[in-house]
Each structure stands twice: as structure tokens, then as C-alpha cells.
């Protein structure tokens, strides 16, 4: 499938994982550039419904959205997280409550949830 030129990430402000995410979604989604929008455990932030992180957030996805076109959005969670310190499993189950929550907002595009692992590796979520 042909995502265009720009796709959206929601991710962790963790340095660590945003070239390990940017590179993954160019090479599986053929997309030149990746909007990258982080905040501290952003998939608590979304998955357990925080108003104010998540108004945020909405409003970056969008300009994503409009200004590059982008078709894809990408939220995530990792290891090793400090702004979200949980195990995995939480992880997993607040990634899964992010993807139908942002794919409520009713935009256009394909919305995927990922693991970044202990050896920084992408795991996509199956929903």
C-alpha cells in the first residue's frame, strides 16, 4: 500500500527508540519522511485517556494530517519506558486501547501499534 511521502509517529521522547522507529516505518511503509510526535509515555497518555496529553497530541496528528499528508499513524510503546514504567503487558494492553482510540478520531489514515523490545526491535501489535 502507498502511504505517500510522510507517515505520523506517537512515541516516547526516549531517544533511543526514535531512529529504530523512523527507520522501520520507511522501510515497511515506503514512506520518505516520519512525522514524530513524542511525549513522555505517550501510549499511557492515550491509552488510559489523559485529557490533556491526549488533546495535545490530537492537535499534532492533525497537523500531520492536513499540512504533509500523511497516512499513517504509528503509536508505540517501549522498554525500558520512564515515563511509563509498567511491564510489557500493560504496555501491550494501553498500545491496543491507543490504536482504537486514535482510529475513533475518525481520520484518514491506517493506525498500527508497535513495541520497541530490550534490543531496540520493532514488534508490531496485532490488534
Request: net charge neutral; glycine share 6%; charged share 20%.
Amino acid at each position: 500500500m502507498n502511504f505517500g511521502k510522510f507517515a505520523t509517529s506517537i512515541n516516547c521522547i526516549d531517544g533511543r527508540i526514535q531512529i529504530p522507529i523512523s527507520n522501520w516505518i520507511k522501510q515497511k511503509y515506503f514512506v520518505e519522511y516520519v512525522d514524530v510526535i513524542s511525549h513522555p509515555g505517550s501510549d499511557k497518555v492515550i491509552g488510559e485517556k489523559i485529557i490533556e496529553g491526549i488533546t495535545e497530541i490530537k492537535s499534532k496528528v492533525l497537523v500531520s494530517i492536513n499540512a504533509h499528508n500523511s497516512k499513517l499513524v504509528v503509536i508505540s510503546g517501549h522498554h525500558d519506558c520512564a515515563g511509563n514504567p509498567v511491564s510489557k503487558e500493560m504496555h501491550m494492553t494501553q498500545i491496543k486501547k491507543s490504536i482504537n482510540l486514535i482510529k475513533s478520531w475518525y481520520y484518514p489514515v491506517t493506525v498500527i501499534g508497535i513495541w520497541v523490545n530490550d534490543k531496540w526491535e520493532i514488534e508490531e501489535i496485532q490488534e
